[in-house]
């Protein structure tokens, strides 16, 4: 079956610096991906997607990679602010789009002054 | 434009009970998918609603089941509740040719 992981349940960053969050995911049918950002007591919140036939994304701030030689994708976050602090989550579907999004358990990023 | 809203937010009900949940989808959406989520995990995927049918469905038992209407909205029915049940309840909405599923803010579902 589909599985997708996360390498660290908790990301304690300085305010300013750089975040990455890695999440690992199993089924190399997989073709969509997306990291979400969810805030206590709220839905989760779209921040980037990416499709396999790219390895790079950019938004504003944020970066995916993916590589599927490993079946990794990460995400980076530039000049990580307070607001950032939320539980991430990546997604993967192998539809090619998101109707049965695979979660992972999350990575709790703590932005610290 | 109003995103994905769910009601009601918060409920709390007692083992054995059914419970419907409600959902519409951001306008111009024509999917409605509805997943659960435990406290401290990812969510889980239920169903998907495309064109008032079930397209897709996860793991979970007959006793969740849903409808979607020719609004798009969509309801999440769940009977005979155990206290397993108890979690927040997410429906996403997206454009069934494009992706890129939004979620509302959740039911809160204590089975007690």
């Known amino acids: 079956g589909e599985s997708v992981g996360l390498h660290l349940p908790t990301l304690s960053v300085q305010e300013g610096d750089n975040s990455i969050i890695n999440c690992a995911y199993s089924?190399?049918?997989?073709?969509?991906f997306i990291w979400y950002k969810q805030e206590s007591g709220k839905g989760p919140q779209f921040i980037i997607d990416?499709?396999?036939?790219?390895d790079k994304r950019q938004g504003q701030r944020v970066t995916v990679l993916l590589n599927k030689t490993v079946k990794h994708l990460s995400l980076q976050i530039a000049a990580t602010q307070p607001g950032d602090s939320a539980v991430y989550f990546c997604?993967?579907?192998?539809?090619?789009?998101?109707?049965?999004?695979?979660f992972g358990t999350g990575t709790r990023l703590q932005v610290t002054l | 434009d109003a995103g994905v809203t769910q009601s009601p937010t918060h409920l709390i009900k007692t083992r054995g009970q059914q419970v419907t949940l409600r959902c519409s989808p951001k306008?111009?959406?024509?999917?409605v998918s509805w997943y659960q989520q435990a406290l401290g995990q990812g969510p889980q995927f239920i169903f998907q609603?495309?064109?008032?049918?079930?397209?897709q469905r996860g793991n979970f038992p007959d006793r969740f089941s849903g409808h979607q209407f020719p609004n798009y909205s969509s309801e999440l029915n769940v009977n005979a509740l155990l206290l397993g049940d108890s979690a927040l309840y997410l429906c996403?909405?997206?454009?069934?040719?494009?992706?890129?599923?939004?979620f509302g803010q959740g039911t809160r579902l204590t089975v007690v």
């Open positions: 990416i499709r396999s036939n790219m």
């Open positions: 609603y495309y064109e008032e049918e079930e397209r």
């Open positions: 996403a909405s997206s454009l069934v040719s494009t992706g890129e599923a939004f």
């Open positions: 997604a993967s579907d192998n539809t090619g789009t998101a109707s049965k999004l695979t």
């Open positions: 306008s111009g959406h024509d999917t």
């Open positions: 089924n190399s049918a997989s073709d969509y």
